[in-house]
């Protein structure tokens, strides 16, 4: 009741931030002094930094409660009951006083001037509702084990998101409130991946861009969500994907056409390239492809009022650059000589000019004795039709 009311007190006599930090925590006690000072520390200061407590059992109300009693900022909700990620989310957006809404969770660690700079992009781009940035991977020590450049065109992001979530994490968001709260805030029957079934409503409605710097260290470790209750995510995710694409192009689409879609994306050769379906199934990605991308780049144009011309191209090429991965990744069962022969097929639809490179890498990624097979084959034709002119002759 007094933490209630020590809320109350600072909403009301306090005039209204520029930004309302917003985190949700259950049990975070491990990673959440690093992660509530990485806030604090910012050197953009005129925010209240929003902290629910979801009924952890651990020291995280603990902790909270300290840096309340040492920085004004903070204000702290404690849940009577469990409520999970989403709705804690949408309860913090009814209490955000802040035109803009900054997103951080318990475990990961924002950059000094991660709000600064992605204010001052919000500021000079009026036509953008959220603002993202590139990935710092971290473990659970702390060390860098990746970085991921996530930033693109912004008149692709919404290309991307029909098949996941290009952005990657939640923790690096930054927003219009009221555009999100006319959207009527997360969708609350979605426990997990409720970031990417936003994301998706968003991208309808206004523009979403990712700014190619690193503001934010994304912590991976077994107790995060994404590792926890990794399946429940996926399961989650690849029903916003199957609905993305039947909503677009207005027909049925399979779990398995989706799943064969949204790995198409989101392996290639340099990240997963065990994720790749199947290459018996690449008649169908192409065909589901071409329908999505065609329908996309007529409805988008009209929405987005971009050059055509140009975004189109643009998609052309990142398409073919997926099939190319498909050739350049190793040689397998499933991915064999006549499979790549199949697969350059349908990439020179999309785009030709970078199949001879494509082909150099994947050979040069044979394993030994296939290079060896392919040499002995080669030299064998060679002498065949050498012998078969000097007959002939």
């Known amino acids: 009741m007094v933490y209630f009311l020590s809320m109350l007190y600072k909403k009301i006599n306090k005039i209204a931030p520029k930004i309302s930090v917003l985190m949700s925590v259950y049990n975070g006690s491990h990673y959440l002094r690093e992660s509530i000072e ?76 991660r709000l600064e700079k992605e204010l001052i ?44 979530n290009r952005l990657g ?95 198409f994306w989101t392996g290639n050769a340099h990240w997963w390239p065990e994720q790749f379906p199947n290459s018996r199934k690449v008649g169908n990605i192409h065909y589901r492809l071409t329908q999505i991308y065609q329908i996309f780049i007529k409805k988008y144009s009209i929405q987005n009022d971009f050059h055509t011309d140009e975004i189109s191209s643009n998609m052309k090429t990142l398409i073919g650059k997926q099939f190319l991965y498909w050739i350049q990744s190793p040689f397998n069962k499933n991915n064999g000589l006549i499979a790549k022969l199949k697969i350059s097929f349908y990439a020179y639809f999309w785009y030709p000019l970078g199949i001879p490179k494509s082909w150099c890498i994947g050979l040069i990624k044979l394993p030994f004795y296939m290079k060896q097979q392919i040499k002995l084959t080669l030299i064998s034709l060679i002498k065949y039709v050498l012998l078969r002119n000097k007959y002939n002759s």
């Open 38 to 113: 990485s806030i604090l520390n910012q050197t953009f200061r005129d925010f209240e930094f929003i902290i629910i407590d979801d009924c952890s059992t651990d020291k995280s109300w603990k902790i909270i409660t300290e840096y309340s009693e040492q920085d004004e900022r903070i204000i702290l909700v404690k849940n009577q009951e469990n409520l999970g990620l989403t709705k804690s989310l949408n309860k913090g957006l009814k209490i955000a006083r802040g035109e803009y809404i900054a997103r951080q969770d318990a475990d990961d660690i924002s950059l000094l001037e």
């Open 169 to 263: 994490g939640h923790s690096q968001f930054l927003f219009r409130k009221e555009v999100i709260l006319n959207l009527g805030g997360y969708c609350e029957t979605f426990r997990y991946s409720q970031d990417y079934e936003l994301l998706c409503r968003l991208a309808k409605v206004g523009k979403i861009a990712i700014i190619p710097e690193f503001l934010l260290k994304y912590r991976m470790h077994n107790q995060a969500i994404s590792m926890h209750k990794k399946l429940e995510q996926e399961a989650c995710t690849l029903t916003q994907v199957r609905h993305n694409i039947q909503e677009l192009i207005g027909e049925e689409v399979t779990l398995d056409e989706a799943k064969n879609l949204m790995h």
């Open 121 to 164: 992009f919000l500021d000079e781009h009026p036509d953008v509702a959220l603002v993202s940035c590139n990935l710092e991977i971290i473990n659970s020590e702390g060390f860098t084990i990746d970085k991921w450049q996530l930033a693109c065109d912004s008149n692709l992001v919404a290309w991307y998101l029909l098949f996941y």
